[in-house]
């Protein structure tokens, strides 16, 4: 078997860096390519320790996944249902799955996560139909859902079920607590269920200013996927139920789906860690404090467009076309759309601020060359 690495494609991760890269700034130490890059919580990884001392039942029976379910529940002052999962996708499918039944279908918009980055594992283990509206800036309309309405009843038709949104979305916007409540009522007042994606929720939270009673319980959101592996975590999301009586097939179909972890102590002492003092809004806000100084340091840069002020912890950006793959070489990131070259920068709370001024250098450094 050969040695040689297989040689990446433009724009991919790789060890290689241009010809003209010697005289280039320093890359900096942290990736801007997503908060998945980031490392773990010391305190979550001092947890993990904590938690392989001596045994514990499996698949949940256990005393840290029974006391991360009443922090949860202390959280949203409410008698949640949580589940641990063992990822994103997997308690997206769990939770949506779990309030389906075969004829029935999702609504999301086109960009949301379940539509475009889970590689169709809603269609292919929950069996349903996934049917997208245009987003508006990342986000979904109530109104979006009338067409949809028109099914029920026909037995030729999905019919339509549970709304899956995304907060913060993945274009970087927010819904405010209003729009969540207006989305829910609408979809309430017509026999359908809420979804939230919440997989950066910490960082919506802390931009917000709000709590989840106030943007998740109090608006009616039925389940949600609380996602803590952007925010500091190692592995591992939970599925909270809002209302218990939905989560009555819930176990049995994490089961079925593979995210039923057996050793699911080590998810909730991860929870824990992150609950404790607040040790996950902290992290939010310090990630999405990161975006506002990359944003500035980026904004005054010839090239360079932004696109508007971050909400969250992400900066979108038009760069030159041609000066993407030189700068994805010196310090990796991900593409947005090409046909517009507009690319995504994320922070994360292990982003430091040494790390946005040596990514900014960079940044000017290699459009220079292509001005």
Request: aromatic letters at 6%.
């Amino acid at each position: 078997m050969s040695d040689e690495k297989p040689e990446a494609k433009p724009g991919q991760p790789s060890d290689r860096r241009s010809d003209q890269s010697n005289d280039l700034p320093p890359a900096p130490v942290g990736s801007f390519a997503s908060d998945n890059a980031a490392g773990v919580s010391p305190e979550v990884l001092e947890a993990l320790v904590a938690a392989n001392h001596g045994p514990a039942l499996a698949y949940g029976d256990d005393d840290w996944t029974r006391r991360a379910e009443a922090a949860w529940q202390e959280r949203f002052d409410a008698p949640v249902v949580a589940l641990p999962c063992w990822g994103g996708t997997g308690a997206n499918v769990v939770g949506i799955a779990s309030v389906l039944r075969g004829w029935e279908g999702v609504i999301a918009t086109d960009t949301a996560h379940v539509v475009v980055d889970e590689c169709g594992a809603l269609s292919r283990f929950a069996g349903t139909q996934v049917s997208t509206v245009p987003h508006h800036d990342g986000r979904l309309d109530p109104d979006d859902l009338e067409p949809f309405l028109h099914w029920q009843g026909s037995e030729h038709h999905v019919q339509p079920r549970v709304v899956s949104i995304t907060q913060a979305t993945e274009m970087g916007t927010l819904y405010t607590v209003d729009q969540i409540g207006e989305i829910c009522d609408r979809a309430h007042s017509a026999g359908l269920l809420v979804h939230l994606d919440g997989a950066r929720i910490a960082n919506a939270l802390v931009a917000t200013g709000s709590d989840l009673p106030t943007m998740i319980r109090d608006t009616g959101v039925d389940v949600m996927t609380v996602g803590l592996t952007k925010d500091g975590a190692m592995y591992g999301e939970t599925v909270v139920h809002l209302r218990p009586e939905l989560a009555e097939h819930a176990r049995f179909v994490r089961k079925q789906a593979g995210q039923l972890p057996s050793k699911a102590r080590f998810v909730a002492a991860q929870v824990l860690a992150l609950l404790t003092d607040d040790l996950w809004l902290r992290n939010a806000r310090h990630a999405n404090e990161m975006a506002q100084l990359l944003a500035g340091a980026v904004g005054g840069i010839d090239g360079v467009t932004t696109q508007g002020e971050p909400e969250v912890n992400a900066v979108f950006a038009q760069l030159p076309a041609a000066a993407i793959v030189p700068l994805q070489e010196w310090s990796f990131f991900w593409e947005w759309d090409l046909t517009q070259s507009l690319v995504r920068w994320m922070t994360s709370f292990a982003t430091t601020p040494d790390d946005v001024e040596r990514f900014a250098a960079g940044v000017d450094a290699i459009l220079a060359r292509h001005r």
